[in-house]
């Protein structure tokens, strides 16, 4: 996530700074920071904000999951932490998930391919 983005979702749910870092838990001048490019946004800040920004634009009768999207094989989906926990419409957010039947190590690189996959381009 780059300063851009972070403002764009910052004002979409019509927070201001201070209320932003109230929000996420850090200090006014850590939002200041992020908007303005000085500071790098941590992976826990950003997938903070990608999950109330998700949260505000789908509804529950709009939540898909991504086994049924990505028609996982029964072996597969067992093993899936998204699929444990039943949050295969959140499954961009939560880590150590078997997209495409791999798990993904980081943050970042899950992220990376995330931002390519249809149950995450209702954020973009």
Not at 96 to 123: A, H, N, V, Y
Request: net charge positive.
């Amino acid at each position: 996530m780059d300063a851009s983005e972070f403002k764009t979702y910052r004002n979409e749910m019509q927070k201001t700074q201070s209320q932003m870092s109230q929000l996420l838990g850090v200090s006014l001048k850590a939002v200041q920071g992020y908007e303005q490019g000085w500071r790098n946004i941590p992976p826990s800040i950003e997938r903070q904000v990608l999950f109330l920004v998700y949260q505000l634009r789908v509804s529950a009768e709009d939540q898909k999951t991504c086994w049924s999207e990505k028609d996982c094989h029964c072996h597969k989906k067992a093993l899936c932490p998204a699929y444990e926990f039943n949050l295969g419409h959140l499954c961009w957010f939560v880590n150590g998930t078997l997209c495409d039947g791999e798990p993904q190590q980081s943050w970042d690189k899950k992220i990376e391919k995330c931002r390519k996959c249809e149950m995450f381009k209702i954020l973009l």
